[in-house]
């Protein structure tokens, strides 16, 4: 698909919705840069997990901010973009089960958000990217030409997030992936700074029932729409 004109596309929603596999489809068809907010945060709380930064602690958190150098990188082996923390490649390690159960707290804070929104700004100046997360549509990049807002039956979820997991943890239970995914939804939409909420000119895609070619077709109508004839 030939694209001139580049826009900004923001894909905000649930945990496990599928957002990233729709955003990395979109930038792949449209030869767009695909940005993983989420990997953003996820590497920050790597980080303070392993230095063990007392976030409550506001002026700890500040200090721990200005040690932290967050970028993608391409893989021409794996074909996608990969986040490096401080020059190591943490693309793996921060989807870890220990690093989900901390992330949504950490992301709540505001030092935190402003930090990454900061960043993710300015990856879009150029525009001609694709950014997945929870506030991008309303808080980042909130003239975006095209917001979607991802949603998906919480029991088809549950089992997409535990078949992820239990092909790197086989340990893991259905229980603690649903539990997990609960509390996230719940600090995601009620933290005071950028809560997880739909934009007012967002398009809604429900792929509770849908499978990946079909998300994308429907996705890719919506660019064609938003771009100039």
Request: glycine share 4%.
């Amino acid at each position: 698909m030939a694209v001139k004109k580049k826009i900004i596309i923001t894909i905000d929603g649930w945990s496990s919705c599928g957002k990233s596999t729709v955003a990395k489809q979109l930038a792949k068809e449209l030869n767009y840069v695909y940005i993983d907010s989420g990997a953003m945060y996820r590497a920050i709380t790597l980080y303070f997990l392993r230095n063990h930064i007392d976030w409550p602690n506001t002026e700890e958190v500040k200090e721990a901010l200005t040690n932290i150098q967050l970028d993608f990188r391409y893989n021409d082996h794996s074909q996608q973009s990969e986040i490096f923390l401080n020059d190591e490649n943490v693309e793996y390690v921060i989807r870890d089960l220990v690093v989900a159960e901390k992330v949504s707290e950490i992301a709540a804070i505001r030092e935190v958000r402003e930090f990454a929104v900061k960043q993710q700004q300015s990856m879009g100046k150029k525009k001609g990217i694709v950014m997945d997360g929870r506030d991008i549509g309303t808080v980042v990049f909130p003239n975006a030409e095209l917001k979607i807002f991802m949603t998906a039956d919480n029991a088809v979820r549950v089992e997409r997030r535990f078949k992820e997991l239990y092909e790197k943890n086989p340990n893991v239970t259905i229980e603690e992936v649903k539990n997990n995914l609960e509390m996230r939804d719940y600090i995601d939409s009620n933290r005071e700074v950028s809560p997880l909420r739909q934009a007012e000119d967002a398009l809604v895609l429900d792929n509770s029932k849908l499978t990946m070619p079909e998300q994308l077709a429907i996705a890719l109508n919506w660019v064609k729409e938003r771009l100039p004839a």
